[in-house]
């Protein structure tokens, strides 16, 4: 078996449209890293003012302290679901804002792949704000359209689970198929076997900004 690329970040920001996005796109990958650094994770839209999600903030940080990331580092914003294209500025210098304080060197955002409105305009302005940042984009198969991951990180069963357990934390999406256990399992089943490994999360490539070293 290939030895796998090491890589690191000590400071890492996973940015989504909507609560319930990055749990779904990168849920393994959190759980499996949240003890080695520092992840902040930014939901752009708490989705109050649809009257049937009154429980999804609630249940966003619930899900998050499952997969070990502290209260204070999981923002929750109020810009208005559905219609980020028209606040597409604001966004952006949010973004901008966002990568002045916190300094990440990896983002997380949709991949390209996904057709929601609100999740396009997130890639588009996440790649203008984090210039000469390694980008990558994780997929929430419900609004994909071609994804196929080009960067496998392998995660543990572990991770598995508590990701799965992470995702249970949404009760309003009970009846969603997307949240199924099966559905989550299957899919980081079929992402470890294109790694070749029992595990994997998959990620598309926005940007990677790299430097090669020859180890002594």
């Given at each position: 078996?290939?030895?796998?690329?090491?890589?690191?970040?000590?400071?890492?920001?996973?940015?989504?449209?909507?609560?319930?996005?990055?749990?779904?796109?990168?849920?393994?990958?959190?759980?499996?890293?949240?003890?080695?650094?520092?992840?902040?994770?930014?939901?752009?839209?708490?989705?109050?003012?649809n009257p049937l999600l009154t429980n999804v903030v609630k249940e966003h940080y619930n899900s998050m302290a499952v997969l070990g990331v502290p209260k204070e580092n999981v923002i929750?914003?109020?810009?208005?679901?559905?219609?980020?294209?028209?606040?597409?500025?604001?966004?952006?210098?949010?973004?901008?804002?966002?990568?002045?304080?916190?300094?990440?060197?990896?983002?997380?955002?949709?991949?390209?792949?996904?057709?929601?409105?609100?999740?396009?305009?997130?890639?588009?302005?996440?790649?203008?704000?984090?210039?000469?940042?390694?980008?990558?984009?994780?997929?929430?198969?419900?609004?994909?359209?071609?994804?196929?991951?080009?960067?496998?990180?392998?995660?543990?069963?572990?991770?598995?689970?508590?990701?799965?357990?992470?995702?249970?934390?949404?009760?309003?999406?009970?009846?969603?198929?997307?949240?199924?256990?099966?559905?989550?399992?299957?899919?980081?089943?079929?992402?470890?076997?294109?790694?070749?490994?029992?595990?994997?999360?998959?990620?598309?490539?926005?940007?990677?900004?790299?430097?090669?070293?020859?180890?002594?």
């Amino acid at each position: 078996m290939n030895h796998d690329m090491t890589f690191y970040g000590k400071k890492v920001c996973f940015i989504g449209a909507h609560p319930d996005d990055i749990e779904i796109g990168c849920g393994a990958l959190i759980a499996h890293i949240a003890s080695q650094t520092e992840v902040k994770c930014v939901t752009l839209s708490d989705n109050q003012k649809n009257p049937l999600l009154t429980n999804v903030v609630k249940e966003h940080y619930n899900s998050m302290a499952v997969l070990g990331v502290p209260k204070e580092n999981v923002i929750v914003c109020e810009f208005e679901t559905r219609r980020f294209p028209e606040q597409r500025q604001e966004i952006l210098e949010y973004m901008f804002k966002l990568n002045q304080d916190f300094r990440p060197e990896i983002v997380f955002v949709h991949t390209k792949a996904d057709i929601h409105q609100d999740h396009a305009t997130v890639t588009g302005e996440a790649l203008r704000a984090f210039r000469g940042t390694t980008v990558m984009g994780f997929d929430v198969v419900r609004s994909s359209y071609g994804f196929f991951p080009s960067f496998l990180v392998e995660v543990t069963e572990a991770d598995v689970e508590k990701k799965i357990a992470a995702m249970a934390e949404y009760h309003t999406y009970d009846n969603k198929y997307y949240f199924d256990p099966a559905v989550t399992r299957a899919t980081l089943i079929r992402h470890g076997a294109l790694a070749e490994r029992p595990f994997a999360e998959g990620f598309d490539i926005l940007r990677i900004i790299g430097a090669f070293r020859c180890m002594s």
